[in-house]
């Protein structure tokens, strides 16, 4: 088995990929999202942390977290809401006794100060038009660029012409 290291700051920001199995787009319908929302709320009322930004596309997901002071543990939190999804979606399962609905790991960079973070935050939200999804960000339903219009952290028409700095970012 690999040994992989992950950054381990207590309190810190991380950003994160998480990809289904094969790309299968799990998450092309509102009954499977809401199924994926519900997996969020339960871990959040176990294991609290804040979730600054997010977009659900059909094959992957990308989030912001900020985690609780002191406390470093993503993985048991992802481990979580990949198993409660997982159970919900897919009652088959592998040779492993495995369900099929994740990759296995997930991609996660720490938020090192402010630029990083609206960085990503940018790249996040701009993520369903990269992949032809929609023409225009605020089109998406499944991300948290609502949220940060409706606070005037946005214009509506954003994103167009695409953002330098998203240009020069690449997460999955």
Not at 32 to 53: G, M, N, S, V, Y
Request: with cysteine; glycine share 4%.
């Amino acid at each position: 088995m690999s040994n992989y290291r992950r950054a381990q700051s207590p309190g810190g920001k991380y950003f994160f990929t998480v990809v289904t199995k094969n790309r299968k787009p799990w998450f092309n319908n509102e009954n499977h999202i809401d199924c994926l929302r519900q997996a969020f709320r339960q871990t959040l009322l176990e294991k609290p942390f804040i979730i600054e930004a997010i977009v659900i596309l059909p094959d992957h997901l990308h989030c912001i977290w900020q985690l609780p002071q002191g406390d470093s543990d993503f993985s048991s939190r992802w481990r979580e809401i990949k198993k409660r999804v997982s159970r919900d979606l897919d009652r088959q399962t592998n040779h492993r006794n495995e369900r099929q609905v994740w990759q296995r790991r997930f991609w996660e960079h720490q938020i090192r100060d402010e630029i990083d973070w609206q960085n990503h935050l940018d790249y996040i939200h701009f993520n369903p038009v990269k992949h032809g999804l929609v023409q225009q960000v605020k089109d998406w339903p499944w991300s948290s660029f609502h949220k940060f219009f409706a606070k005037g952290w946005y214009p509506n028409d954003w994103g167009y012409p695409l953002p330098d700095i998203v240009k020069q970012m690449e997460f999955e």
